[in-house]
């Protein structure tokens, strides 16, 4: 007899002896009272199994939707921090606008052997090849490590003038690392807006950082002064638009000193030295 037929005969045996056993237990279990100490272990031990095989069926089927819906939420949030985004609007059709690139943040310069349709900056933070630990001094947003390269969004009109740079900003509030992004006019200096796509903030105080009429505050507001240092800051209570300095000002947020202090911090590190500032530099050309 062939090998193969041996073995599959052995498998069919082994199967039906399987069936034979897992019945013989199941009719053993189900003559068993309701409320035997072994029937009710039995009956949650395969409760829970089942619930296990839907969950983990669930996990798996579900990641490449999750993933795609993830993708969609991030342009759907570059798109509102632009003031593009408007309800019905096809984000992917929408999102065509933005010219994507990677910068190596310590050059400042374009890299072009990174794809950035699929580099991901938060997983790079992770990655000890693709990261650096930021020493404790210089790291005033509290985020431990930076990626080496930064994923930029350039949007460009019809004829291909850049009308917004849009830059991945990241730092820790009270009790969480708040992610967002920093849309700077094509001076890059004037902020067009700020949006925040995933923070673990307090709903009503810190998590206000989301509020849209807080963050139209932020429109026009300026990032460097005349040496180029980054100052843009919150400060507590309402800014006066006619104090010196104002432009350089953002409302606090009210009840949430911590949580402004942390934004303060994240636009003063990703805009800095160790962020944005070589590539912003060479950009602008020194524009600003
Ligand atoms: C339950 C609870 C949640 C809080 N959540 C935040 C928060 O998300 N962000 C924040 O800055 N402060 C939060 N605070 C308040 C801080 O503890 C701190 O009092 C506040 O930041 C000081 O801000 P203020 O000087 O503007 O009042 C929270 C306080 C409590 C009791």
């Known amino acids: 007899m062939p090998e193969n037929t041996q073995t599959s005969a052995g498998f069919s045996e082994t199967w039906q002896q399987w069936k034979a056993r897992a019945k013989a237990y199941f009719d053993k279990l189900r003559a068993l009272p309701n409320d035997s100490f072994e029937k009710t272990l039995a009956v949650a031990f395969w409760v829970c199994m089942a619930c296990a095989v839907v969950v983990s069926f669930a996990a798996v089927a579900l990641k490449p939707l999750q993933e795609a819906n993830k993708a969609a939420d991030m342009k759907?949030?570059?798109?509102?921090?632009?003031?593009?985004?408007?309800?019905?609007?096809?984000v992917d059709e929408a999102?065509?606008?933005?010219?994507?690139?990677?910068?190596?943040?310590?050059?400042?310069?374009?890299?072009?052997?990174?794809?950035?349709?699929?580099?991901?900056?938060?997983?790079?933070?992770?990655?000890?090849?693709?990261?650096?630990?930021?020493?404790?001094?210089?790291?005033?947003?509290?985020?431990?490590?930076?990626?080496?390269?930064?994923?930029?969004?350039?949007?460009?009109?019809?004829?291909?003038?850049?009308?917004?740079?849009?830059?991945?900003?990241?730092?820790?509030?009270?009790w969480s690392t708040m992610y967002g992004f920093l849309a700077?006019?094509?001076?890059?200096?004037?902020?067009?807006?700020?949006?925040?796509?995933?923070q673990g903030e307090t709903p009503g105080l810190g998590g206000e950082v989301v509020n849209p009429e807080w963050r139209a505050l932020w429109r026009g507001k300026k990032v460097y002064d005349e040496n180029g240092t980054p100052v843009l800051r919150l400060v507590k209570g309402t800014v006066d638009p006619k104090q010196p300095g104002a432009e350089y000002m953002v409302d606090g947020l009210a009840g949430a000193t911590l949580t402004s202090n942390g934004v303060s911090n994240l636009i003063r590190f990703w805009l800095g030295e160790d962020g944005y500032k070589p590539f912003l530099d060479k950009f602008c050309g020194g524009a600003r």
């Open 95 to 174: 999102f065509k606008r933005f010219e994507i690139k990677v910068v190596d943040l310590a050059t400042g310069e374009f890299v072009e052997d990174i794809d950035p349709e699929t580099y991901d900056m938060r997983q790079a933070a992770k990655d000890p090849d693709l990261s650096e630990p930021i020493p404790r001094e210089r790291d005033v947003a509290q985020i431990k490590r930076k990626p080496k390269y930064a994923t930029v969004y350039l949007l460009r009109d019809d004829s291909g003038e850049l009308q917004a740079i849009v830059l991945p900003v990241s730092g820790y509030g009270l």
């Open 76 to 90: 759907r949030n570059i798109l509102e921090v632009v003031g593009l985004w408007e309800e019905g609007l096809d």
């Open 184 to 198: 700077l006019e094509p001076d890059c200096n004037t902020v067009i807006g700020i949006n925040f796509y995933d």
